[in-house]
């Protein structure tokens, strides 16, 4: 046991005397914070229980593995027919895990405060440190805080800390949760007078383009035995540079929480926007006797905004379509494990698509997504939960709501509130209640809670629908027979939330004169990457019913990419974004969903496992509607033309094209004209019916008669090379960095071979370790966390990660019958 807590022990004192340094008052950010938290996420033991053998003990015999967290043990398991997750909770098992970990505390920490931190734990966790008991907490989607000080051996003694994670009960979501510590963990070290958790407020109560007025809300948290006089300075910074000051001296009485406000004024403000995500920095200082013992960040945007009843989404003054996706919080082959990069990747492929806003779908997200969309430029509807009191699952939250709902809300707004990102609250989703008394009772209190810790952003809840109407008779809407959602009528919300029901959109300003409109969830269309049926001009509702299972459907479960499937409650991507796009006062959109997710696979049940709702596939691959969106939400000139050319002979083919900034789109094959094409009215994609005959498809599209662009699709000959490309080849040898590699399968000349379903086998050299692989396939029941996969239509993905060591990390992959490739990533 000795040897084991000597391999275990994290030292964590140097990082502590870090944190702990106390420095004088500067002109320049770098020189003036130091971060008081760090890291806790190395060298823990890790046991999953055998619920037979086990039970609900560890104990001697208890055999440990040694991992970094995040962890998400779920997405380690085997696909099972059999879950108690069911098909919806992806097929993996959840089960009863247990994590524990060694450290030291320097001595010199004794009289501060230690605190410990989890950003996350799925679900139901229990804590102890060194045999103390500190609680628990059922959801898994909340941070929490426990102060650890008065348990703690302090100098060469060491510390154990164990956390039970119990995520047995099945089913408990209508996705996939994952389970296990799988967010970030810290170790907090303050003075006993600090700035409490969470504890500061930032607002701007009025900006223009001369001045912005700021703010501060500062929550002093004092743990002396005595009153202190304490001097509090708040500095705001641009980057580096010094923009305001503002101190204030007050007396805190002993064993006391107490909040103070300032005041300061930002001259010629750089706006927070999406296209320039501007940021600013508040550095609080607390000090002591002209020392400095307490310093605490917060980043802020400075914007105005509000949501007008006939323009929509107004941001700084300027009319903002929100061109949004829903977003569960799986990241694919990773799971549930948090993971910067891999978040950041996914921002980045959805900014490229054109998508400038995000929704939590279901439930509080991590902190780091929400900090990228600070950086990056995202309009976020934060969301804190999917049901209330009466539940959707067997057991899930609705099962702790009358304990731990007003705890969790509260803890989500004030994490939450300081960014900028965030422009609306979203206190449910589909919740049953929505249309009985109960649920606005419920409705009235969260809304409530939330305009209690901020006044400032809109409250909304997605609701399917907020009215239903007649539409047989809706053209004379007078005649329209209209049955009113309860938390729609009950004047709880700010704006009106829509899942679906796009065809009542147009009547919102009749049916809710006085509450702005958004489109909470919209769509639901169904794709699998690269499989297209024979005739794409026929919209087919997959299943025929929510509540009748599907039996129909294609071989494979596959689902055609064309813009043709649709849920029953949705509709295609193109017949809601005409909708959306026509009115100036529908503020916008958010798509079911921007990515595949693991679980809920409609229109099928097992053995699909994973979604096929998104617009990108599960391995980040972009399905071809993802050119549609680019081609009307960015500047980018765009010619996707579609499907593969590898057809039998004589068949014919509906060939699409999405094209932007251009009159026509011309058609050839094999340098004969297929004609020309060009979109008529609403139209968002032209088509023609080809007779297949190998060779080259040409689309060239034109702007008064001058080429805009060219677009070329050949016929592939057999799989013949394997092609591998890095989304980075250099990455940080920090220990969580990621190169997300492609690999396509290419014919002798290089051509995509678009039905190539090779396995791939993967070997790397070097520091680091391959953490994922996945093609996007459905039905895929092959590990995501092995070193072989097999591809998707051509095309598959492996993630790299990095160690804590600088060097070459070389990737090689092979497959019978092809040509091995590899690739070099440096990790420095």
Same mark, same amino acid.
């Given at each position: 046991?000795?040897?084991?807590?000597?391999y275990?022990?994290?030292?964590?004192?140097?990082?502590?005397?870090?944190?702990?340094?106390?420095?004088?008052?500067?002109?320049?950010?770098?020189?003036?914070?130091?971060?008081?938290?760090?890291?806790?996420?190395?060298d823990?033991?890790?046991?999953?229980?055998?619920?037979?053998?086990?039970?609900?003990?560890?104990?001697?015999?208890?055999?440990?593995?040694?991992?970094?967290?995040?962890?998400?043990?779920?997405?380690?398991?085997?696909?099972?027919?059999?879950?108690?997750?069911?098909?919806?909770?992806?097929?993996?098992?959840?089960?009863?895990?247990?994590?524990?970990?060694?450290?030291?505390?320097?001595?010199?920490?004794?009289?501060?405060?230690?605190?410990?931190?989890?950003?996350?734990?799925?679900?139901?966790?229990?804590?102890?440190?060194?045999?103390?008991?500190?609680?628990?907490?059922?959801?898994?989607?909340?941070?929490?805080?426990?102060?650890?000080?008065?348990?703690?051996?302090?100098?060469?003694?060491d510390?154990?800390?164990?956390?039970?994670?119990?995520?047995?009960?099945?089913?408990n979501?209508?996705?996939?949760?994952g389970?296990?510590?799988?967010?970030n963990v810290?170790?907090?070290t303050?003075?006993?007078?600090?700035?409490?958790q969470?504890?500061?407020y930032i607002? !701007?109560?009025?900006?223009?383009?001369?001045?912005?007025?700021?703010?501060?809300?500062?929550?002093?948290?004092?743990?002396?035995?005595?009153?202190?006089?304490?001097?509090?300075?708040?500095?705001?910074?641009?980057e580096?540079?010094?923009?305001?000051?503002?101190?204030?001296?007050?007396?805190?009485?002993?064993?006391?929480?107490?909040?103070?406000?300032?005041?300061?004024?930002?001259?010629?403000?750089?706006?927070?926007?999406?296209?320039?995500?501007?940021?600013?920095?508040?550095? !609080?200082?607390i000090?002591?006797?002209?020392?400095?013992?307490?310093?605490?960040?917060?980043?802020?945007?400075?914007?105005?905004?509000?949501?007008?009843l006939?323009?929509?989404?107004?941001?700084?003054?300027?009319?903002?379509?929100?061109?949004?996706?829903?977003?569960?919080?799986d990241?694919?082959?990773?799971?549930?494990?948090?993971?910067?990069?891999?978040?950041?990747?996914?921002?980045?492929?959805l900014k490229?698509?054109?998508?400038?806003?995000?929704?939590?779908?279901?439930?509080?997200?991590?902190?780091?997504?929400?900090?990228?969309?600070?950086?990056?430029?995202?309009?976020?509807?934060?969301?804190?939960?999917?049901?209330?009191?009466?539940?959707?699952?067997?057991?899930?939250?609705?099962?702790?709501?009358?304990?731990?709902?007003?705890?969790?809300?509260?803890?989500?707004?004030?994490?939450?509130?300081?960014?900028?990102?965030?422009f609306?609250?979203?206190?449910?989703?589909?919740?049953?209640?929505q249309?009985?008394?109960?649920?606005?009772?419920?409705?009235?209190?969260?809304?409530?809670?939330?305009?209690?810790?901020?006044?400032?952003?809109?409250? !909304?809840?997605?609701?399917?629908?907020?009215?239903?109407?007649?539409m047989?008779?809706?053209?004379?809407?007078?005649?329209?027979?209209?049955?009113?959602?309860?938390?729609?009528?009950?004047?709880?919300?700010?704006?009106?939330?829509?899942?679906?029901?796009?065809?009542?959109?147009?009547?919102?300003?009749?049916?809710?004169?006085?509450?702005?409109?958004?489109?909470?969830?919209?769509?639901?269309?169904?794709?699998?990457?690269?499989?297209?049926?024979?005739?794409?001009?026929?919209?087919?509702?997959?299943?025929?019913?929510?509540?009748?299972?599907?039996?129909?459907?294609?071989?494979?479960?596959?689902v055609?990419?064309?813009?043709?499937?649709?849920?029953?409650?949705?509709?295609?991507?193109?017949?809601?974004?005409?909708?959306?796009?026509?009115?100036?006062?529908?503020?916008?959109?958010?798509?079911?969903?921007?990515?595949?997710?693991?679980?809920?696979?409609t229109?099928?049940?097992?053995?699909?496992?994973?979604?096929?709702?998104?617009?990108?596939?599960?391995?980040g691959?972009?399905?071809?509607?993802?050119?549609m969106?680019?081609?009307?939400?960015?500047?980018?000139?765009?010619?996707?033309?579609?499907?593969?050319?590898?057809?039998?002979?004589?068949?014919?083919?509906?060939v699409?094209?999405?094209?932007?900034?251009?009159?026509e789109?011309?058609?050839?094959l094999?340098?004969?004209?297929?004609?020309?094409r060009?979109?008529?009215?609403?139209?968002?994609?032209?088509?023609?019916?080809v007779?297949?005959?190998?060779?080259?498809?040409k689309?060239?599209?034109?702007?008064?008669?001058?080429?805009?662009?060219?677009?070329?699709?050949? !016929?592939?000959?057999?799989?013949?090379?394997?092609?591998?490309?890095?989304?980075?080849?250099?990455?940080?040898?920090?220990?969580?960095?990621?190169?997300?590699?492609?690999?396509d399968?290419?014919?002798?000349?290089?051509?995509?071979?678009?039905?190539?379903?090779?396995?791939?086998?993967?070997?790397?050299?070097?520091?680091?370790?391959?953490?994922?692989?996945?093609?996007?396939?459905?039905?895929?029941h092959?590990?995501?966390?092995?070193?072989?996969?097999?591809?998707?239509?051509?095309?598959?993905?492996?993630?790299?990660?990095?160690?804590?060591?600088?060097?070459?990390?070389?990737?090689?992959?092979?497959?019978?019958?092809l040509?091995?490739?590899?690739?070099?990533?440096?990790?420095?």
């Open positions: 046991m000795k040897n084991k807590r000597k275990l022990s994290k030292t964590v004192s140097l990082l502590m005397l870090t944190a702990g340094i106390l420095l004088s008052s500067c002109s320049k950010k770098e020189d003036v914070f130091v971060n008081r938290k760090v890291s806790f996420n190395s823990w033991s890790f046991h999953l229980n055998d619920s037979i053998a086990d039970k609900d003990t560890i104990g001697t015999t208890t055999k440990w593995r040694t991992l970094n967290v995040p962890h998400d043990w779920s997405i380690e398991g085997k696909f099972d027919e059999k879950s108690p997750a069911g098909y919806g909770g992806g097929s993996l098992n959840g089960g009863l895990g247990w994590y524990k970990k060694t450290f030291k505390v320097n001595a010199a920490d004794s009289t501060k405060v230690t605190s410990i931190t989890f950003d996350g734990v799925y679900k139901n966790s229990e804590v102890w440190v060194n045999g103390h008991y500190l609680g628990k907490r059922p959801n898994g989607y909340i941070g929490f805080q426990y102060e650890i000080s008065s348990y703690l051996n302090y100098g060469e003694k510390n154990e800390i164990i956390v039970k994670v119990d995520n047995s009960k099945q089913p979501s209508r996705w996939y949760s389970s296990g510590i799988f967010r810290w170790i907090e303050t003075d006993k007078l600090h700035v409490a969470w504890g500061t607002t !701007t109560p009025k900006v223009t383009a001369e001045k912005a007025s700021i703010h501060l809300e500062t929550t002093i948290k004092n743990q002396y035995p005595a009153s202190k006089k304490a001097t509090i300075t708040t500095t705001i910074f641009k580096d540079t010094k923009v305001t000051s503002v101190t204030q001296d007050i007396t805190i009485g002993t064993n006391a929480d107490q909040t103070i406000k300032q005041e300061m004024q930002v001259d010629a403000p750089i706006l927070w926007s999406v296209e320039k995500p501007e940021l600013y920095t508040a550095v !609080t200082e000090s002591l006797d002209d020392k400095i013992i307490d310093q605490y960040k917060t980043n802020f945007g400075i914007r105005n905004f509000k949501f007008d006939n323009k929509g989404f107004i941001l700084n003054g300027k009319q903002v379509k929100i061109k949004g996706v829903c977003l569960h919080h990241l694919g082959a990773l799971g549930s494990a948090i993971n910067t990069r891999a978040i950041e990747r996914q921002l980045e492929i490229g698509m054109g998508v400038n806003g995000i929704r939590t779908s279901h439930n509080p997200p991590a902190s780091e997504l929400l900090e990228l969309c600070d950086k990056m430029g995202f309009i976020v509807m934060d969301e804190a939960f999917d049901m209330w009191k009466v539940s959707k699952t067997k057991y899930d939250y609705s099962n702790d709501w009358d304990k731990w709902h007003k705890k969790d809300l509260i803890d989500q707004l004030l994490r939450d509130r300081n960014h900028p990102s965030i609306i609250w979203s206190i449910g989703n589909e919740i049953p209640q249309w009985d008394e109960s649920g606005v009772t419920i409705a009235k209190e969260l809304a409530a809670i939330t305009r209690q810790y901020d006044k400032t952003r809109p409250i !909304t809840a997605a609701m399917n629908p907020p009215v239903n109407m007649d047989k008779v809706s053209m004379q809407f007078e005649k329209a027979k209209v049955q009113y959602n309860a938390i729609a009528a009950s004047g709880a919300l700010d704006i009106i939330g829509y899942n679906y029901a796009h065809q009542t959109y147009e009547y919102h300003q009749k049916n809710f004169p006085n509450t702005p409109f958004i489109a909470t969830e919209t769509t639901s269309a169904l794709e699998t990457r690269g499989y297209y049926d024979a005739v794409s001009d026929s919209i087919k509702n997959w299943p025929v019913r929510w509540d009748i299972k599907f039996t129909q459907g294609n071989p494979g479960n596959t055609s990419a064309y813009d043709q499937v649709q849920a029953p409650w949705g509709s295609t991507h193109e017949a809601t974004w005409k909708v959306i796009k026509k009115y100036d006062f529908l503020s916008g959109m958010f798509i079911w969903t921007g990515f595949d997710y693991i679980g809920e696979p229109p099928y049940e097992w053995p699909s496992v994973s979604s096929y709702f998104g617009v990108v596939d599960l391995a691959f972009p399905k071809d509607v993802y050119y969106y680019q081609s009307e939400w960015t500047n980018k000139t765009v010619l996707h033309l579609f499907p593969h050319w590898n057809w039998k002979a004589g068949q014919t083919v509906d699409w094209a999405y094209y932007n900034n251009a009159d789109v011309e058609l050839f094999n340098g004969k004209s297929v004609g020309v060009s979109k008529k009215g609403d139209d968002l994609h032209v088509m023609w019916k007779p297949f005959e190998a060779g080259t498809l689309a060239i599209s034109r702007k008064n008669g001058k080429t805009v662009l060219e677009s070329e699709i050949k !016929t592939a000959g057999n799989p013949s090379n394997l092609k591998l490309t890095a989304d980075r080849s250099t990455i940080k040898a920090d220990g969580n960095d990621l190169s997300f590699v492609t690999v399968i290419l014919d002798a000349k290089g051509t995509l071979a678009p039905n190539a379903n090779n396995e791939i086998n993967f070997s790397l050299k070097g520091d680091g370790k391959i953490v994922g692989v996945c093609s996007g396939d459905p039905v895929s092959e590990s995501y966390k092995g070193s072989k996969h097999t591809a998707l239509n051509g095309k598959c993905l492996v993630i790299i990660q990095s160690s804590t060591k600088t060097g070459r990390l070389e990737l090689t992959a092979k497959a019978n019958g040509k091995e490739a590899a690739i070099v990533i440096t990790a420095e």
